[in-house]
């Protein structure tokens, strides 16, 4: 009877097979960084409404000024008052302005080249920043005469720099780009500087150096990959700034010049009418608002969203 027993609990079980590969196998979750970056981006819904809205303005802002064939060397309506000073309607959505063009058509055409500047330029300057930067945390002797430079150049005003190079090389997209970007790079290169001399030094560092490891391996794979979330958040700081820069310069001549639309010279243009048409100045300035904001509040969320800590 107990022979009986046994072997019919024996029909319960097996015996397990032994596999050296399985058993090198961690039981872990799969885990993808910029799956777990967009994970958490999503999780907000606010940012995620600005950043559909951001999307919008943009597209928009890119392609409406193709479509209107607005140009700021023509006037159409300047020999005609009657098309000039319309306040906002359904036929003139933002009104018309001094010479009867169409406020719509110039906040966009504005828009455009003030967000085409400003991408460029933060695209330029992190480039050669951050590849500037990440030598220099590393390098001493290079370290030497770059604080030179970064002492020379924080010291020098930058509208006064500006300035001299506007008169010298003249208005236009290209010198403002120019402009904006001659200096910027430096003050990104010792941010990132600073950023790779604290990690520089950490253990598995002075491992891969003692194995070996080229400089430029180290930094490629041991460093910037934990600065994404750094870089970004400087992004997210610089396009609106440089956004502001731009207007800003062409407020004071030093812009684009009257050969292109720019929301600062409209801004210069439409200040004289602040008593009868106060809406001529309001317009830009709540479109460069919106536009500013948003790019501040998606990119910071970006950032955050960046931070390995944030996926837990």
């Known amino acids: 009877m107990e022979e009986k027993i046994l072997e019919n609990k024996s029909d319960l079980f097996e015996f397990a097979s032994f596999d050296k590969n399985e058993s090198e196998h961690i039981a872990a ?165 600073t950023q790779v001399m604290i990690i520089r030094d950490r253990e598995y560092n002075l491992a891969s150096k003692c194995l070996g490891t080229s400089t430029w391996t180290m930094i490629k794979n041991n460093i910037l990959p934990y600065l994404i979330s750094v870089i970004m958040t400087y992004v997210a700081r610089m396009i609106p700034s440089l956004i502001s820069y731009e207007v800003f310069l062409s407020y004071m001549g030093l812009g684009l010049g009257v050969t292109k639309a720019s929301l600062g010279r409209m801004i210069s243009i439409y200040t004289s009418y602040m008593n009868g048409y106060p809406h001529l100045f309001w317009i830009p300035v709540t479109v460069l608002a919106v536009l500013s904001v948003s790019l501040y509040i998606v990119g910071q969320r970006l950032a955050d969203a960046a931070d390995p800590r944030t996926h837990m």
């Open 29 to 193: 979750p799969q885990y993808s960084y910029w799956k777990s970056v967009w994970r958490t981006f999503i999780k907000n819904k606010f940012t995620v409404a600005i950043a559909i809205l951001l999307l919008i303005l943009i597209l928009f802002t890119l392609i409406q000024p193709m479509i209107s064939g607005y140009d700021p060397l023509i006037a159409p309506n300047v020999n005609d008052p009657e098309m000039r000073f319309l306040k906002p309607s359904a036929e003139h959505i933002f009104g018309t302005d001094n010479v009867g063009n169409e406020v719509f058509d110039v906040v966009w055409a504005g828009a455009r080249n003030s967000i085409i500047i400003s991408f460029v330029c933060t695209f330029i300057t992190m480039v050669i920043g951050v590849t500037v930067g990440a030598i220099w945390g590393f390098s001493k002797k290079m370290d030497k005469w770059m604080i030179e430079v970064y002492n020379i150049v924080s010291n020098v005003p930058f509208l006064l720099l500006a300035m001299i190079l506007s008169y010298v090389l003249g208005a236009g997209m290209g010198t403002l780009i120019f402009v904006m970007c001659v200096t910027e790079w430096v003050f990104v290169a010792f941010f990132i500087r």
